[in-house]
């Protein structure tokens, strides 16, 4: 394995790093709104979305920890494979690899509960 594989990691990790921070966001966008909304409307139904939103807050927590530890892995297998100490390279490689995989599977996990978020929303609202 040469230097460069463990390299080419870097833009897919910068970029879902990037995308989990902007669902945090977002998410920290809706909990203040409802925040407001919690003495004027349906407070059952907010109450529901609080518990998912609570459960995604800590998801998408958890997807940035395993993101950084993939990219710390990643940095660290380079400077392995540098050192000309290819196998430590190599199994460190792979923790950045099983790391990142983790992070996507907790995402999808994540995306899931979402959904079922967004169709709590839209309960208040079906004809």
Same mark, same amino acid.
């Given at each position: 394995? @040469?230097?460069?594989?463990?390299?080419?990691?870097?833009?897919?990790?910068?970029?879902?790093?990037?995308?989990?921070?902007? #669902? %945090?966001?977002?998410?920290?966008?809706?909990?203040?709104?409802? +925040?407001?909304?919690?003495? @004027?409307? /349906?407070? @059952?139904?907010?109450?529901?979305?609080?518990?998912?939103? #609570?459960?995604?807050?800590?998801?998408?927590?958890?997807?940035?920890?395993?993101?950084?530890?993939?990219?710390? %892995?990643?940095?660290?297998?380079? %400077?392995?494979? %540098?050192?000309?100490?290819?196998?430590?390279?190599?199994?460190?490689?792979?923790?950045?690899?099983?790391?990142?995989?983790?992070?996507?599977?907790?995402?999808?996990? @994540?995306?899931?509960?979402?959904? +079922?978020?967004? /169709?709590?929303?839209?309960?208040?609202?079906?004809?």
């Amino acid at each position: 394995m @040469e230097l460069s594989t463990p390299a080419l990691l870097f833009p897919a990790i910068s970029l879902l790093l990037l995308a989990y921070t902007n #669902r %945090f966001m977002g998410l920290a966008s809706v909990i203040r709104g409802l +925040h407001q909304q919690i003495n @004027e409307n /349906n407070k @059952e139904l907010i109450a529901r979305q609080i518990i998912s939103l #609570r459960l995604r807050i800590k998801l998408i927590i958890g997807m940035q920890i395993l993101g950084v530890l993939s990219i710390s %892995f990643c940095v660290a297998a380079m %400077f392995l494979l %540098f050192l000309e100490l290819s196998q430590f390279g190599q199994v460190t490689f792979i923790t950045s690899l099983v790391l990142m995989m983790s992070s996507l599977v907790v995402s999808l996990y @994540e995306l899931i509960i979402s959904g +079922h978020a967004l /169709n709590i929303e839209l309960e208040d609202i079906d004809c």
